[in-house]
């Protein structure tokens, strides 16, 4: 990473926080999430209006900034490309409900942010666009294979088989509290063994 002279003070910070998750330290991968966990929530919310589904985005856009960290570039700030991140994973959930518009208001977004989460991207993805988004899929099929048990299940039936919390209860024949709990902690997990993949690749490269 090739560092610029654009950065604010906060950006370089979250710079060096970066440097250290990929460098194999877990403590920083977690200063990250706590810094900006809130923040990508709140924001999400703004755009679908569902506590349930916004918790869910958030983890997702951690868990796909986390995977693909060794491709963060300095010459933005981090929060820029997270929420970059968060927003456009966002739209593809809203799309997927068959909404027709979105609200995002940019005055609550960090002054960081704003010149970067401008716009709301086509309908119509590129070639390319799909293979990345075929290739993430894969990728991330791959990792929740490494869950255990219940955990696995939980996350495939949330994810890829778009339960809600109340078909997961009833699929798996458990409170609808047990659920929301358990799958907090799957999601933990996931991003754990996210964070162990970044440092695995570093290490392969050095």
């Known amino acids: 990473m090739e560092i610029t002279n654009n950065l604010s003070e906060k950006a370089l910070y979250d710079y060096k926080i970066v440097?250290?998750?990929?460098?194999?330290?877990?403590?920083?991968?977690?200063?990250l999430f706590k810094r900006y966990k809130d923040s990508v929530y709140?924001?999400?919310?703004?755009?679908?209006n569902n506590r349930t589904d916004a918790e869910d985005l958030m983890f997702e856009a951690f868990?796909?900034?986390?995977?693909?960290?060794?491709?963060?570039?300095?010459?933005?700030?981090?929060?820029t490309w997270l929420f970059k991140i968060a927003s456009n994973n966002t739209i593809d959930f809203i799309r997927k409900r068959k909404t027709l518009t979105v609200s995002l208001d940019k005055d609550d977004i960090n002054p960081d942010d704003r010149g970067y989460i401008n716009s709301i991207p086509a309908d119509i993805r590129t070639p390319?666009?799909?293979?990345?988004?075929?290739?993430?899929?894969?990728f991330m099929r791959e990792k929740v294979s490494m869950l255990k048990g219940r955990?696995?299940?939980?996350?495939?039936?949330?994810?890829?088989?778009?339960?809600?919390?109340?078909e997961i209860a009833d699929e798996l024949a458990i409170p609808l509290g047990t659920v929301k709990a358990q799958l907090f902690?799957?999601?933990e997990l996931l991003l754990n063994i996210l964070q162990h993949t970044e440092i695995a690749k570093e290490n392969e490269k050095n």
């Not at 440097?19 to 200063?31: M, S």
């Not at 709140?42 to 679908?48: C, G």
């Not at 868990?63 to 929060?79: C, D, G, R, V």
């Not at 390319?128 to 894969?138: M, N, T, V, W, Y």
């Open 19 to 31: 440097k250290n998750a990929i460098a194999g330290d877990e403590k920083a991968y977690a200063e």
């Open 42 to 48: 709140f924001m999400i919310l703004k755009m679908v």
């Open 63 to 79: 868990e796909k900034a986390f995977s693909s960290l060794n491709y963060y570039s300095p010459q933005f700030a981090f929060s």
């Open 128 to 138: 390319d666009e799909e293979a990345i988004r075929s290739q993430r899929a894969d």
């Open 151 to 166: 955990y696995r299940r939980l996350i495939e039936l949330r994810y890829f088989d778009e339960f809600s919390y109340e």
């Open 185 to 187: 902690r799957a999601r």
